[in-house]
């Protein structure tokens, strides 16, 4: 299985000081180092963590392939398509969001998507959507003729975290907070058993298939069994352990799971 570090959570770390330090472009040796496949950075419209410069030299400078999240919006459209990554994910953005609640809605954007999905072939730029696992979505996707699907695990994230912690999640997709553990139990078979089929329909449609948002050392293993995802995006889970064990060891670990 393919892993993706994203790294924009060192960035939020920065600009809790808004200084230069940690830095990070000095993560990119220590990923491919340790494993990596692939940097994952997120260009926000708001720059709250990773800035248009820090995108630029990562870039540069990675000699792992760097997968570029961004919204569909004209100007960041045309940062990516100059910045030139080898992928782009687009992903829907909403300035008061935490992170990414939600794969982007296909049907309604159609007609703005295949503008910007033109646009970043034009560029030789491969793209991915980043959606909910949803039949309708999947084939929305195959006909926007992309490459990459990622499909958004949060649900499953949040499902698995009010069965096996203490936290109170929450989420788009579960609003009712005071859920009965045997309910619980069941959203979560039926988000694994959505995730699988949809990985299903998409590998059939030749889409390649990634999946991300949420997933960490004790849930991952349920999404990395999958049979027809090639690949993971991992963030949050990953900086947060390398506060403990270093960046080093928290990728490796991920790497052996997964
Ligand atoms: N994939 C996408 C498209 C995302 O937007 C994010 C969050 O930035 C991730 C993966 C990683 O999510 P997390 O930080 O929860 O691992």
């Not at 299985?1 to 060192?10: E, R």
């Not at 400078?61 to 782009?88: H, Y």
Request: contains cysteine; charged residues 30%; neutral net charge.
């Amino acid at each position: 299985m393919l892993l993706g570090v994203n790294i924009d959570h060192i960035a939020v770390l920065r600009e809790a000081r808004k200084i230069n330090d940690p830095n990070p472009i000095d993560a990119l040796g220590i990923c491919k180092l340790s494993g990596a496949d692939q940097i994952t950075i997120h260009l926000r419209e708001d720059r709250r963590h990773i800035h248009d410069n820090d995108a630029k030299i990562i870039i540069e400078q990675s000699s792992l392939p760097v997968n570029l999240e961004c919204a569909i919006d004209d100007d960041i459209i045309d940062i990516v398509c100059k910045l030139k990554p080898a992928r782009a994910t687009l992903v829907p953005e909403k300035r008061e969001e935490v992170t990414t609640e939600g794969g982007l809605d296909l049907d309604s954007n159609f007609k703005r998507i295949k503008k910007a999905v033109k646009k970043l072939h034009e560029n030789e730029i491969e793209v991915s959507l980043f959606i909910d696992p949803d039949k309708k979505m999947i084939e929305l996707s195959s006909k926007l003729e992309v490459e990459w699907i990622e499909l958004h695990t949060g649900a499953f994230a949040n499902i698995y975290a009010m069965l096996n912690s203490s936290l109170k999640y929450t989420h788009h997709s579960i609003k009712n907070l005071e859920i009965p553990r045997n309910e619980l139990q069941s959203l979560l078979k039926e988000s694994i058993k959505n995730i699988k089929k949809s990985a299903k329909i998409a590998k059939k449609l030749e889409l390649k298939v990634a999946a991300g948002h949420g997933l960490n050392y004790q849930n991952v293993t349920e999404i990395s069994s999958i049979k027809n995802i090639e690949e993971l995006n991992i963030g949050q889970s990953i900086i947060a352990r390398s506060v403990f064990t270093g960046l080093r060891q928290a990728i490796i670990q991920m790497k052996e799971l997964i």
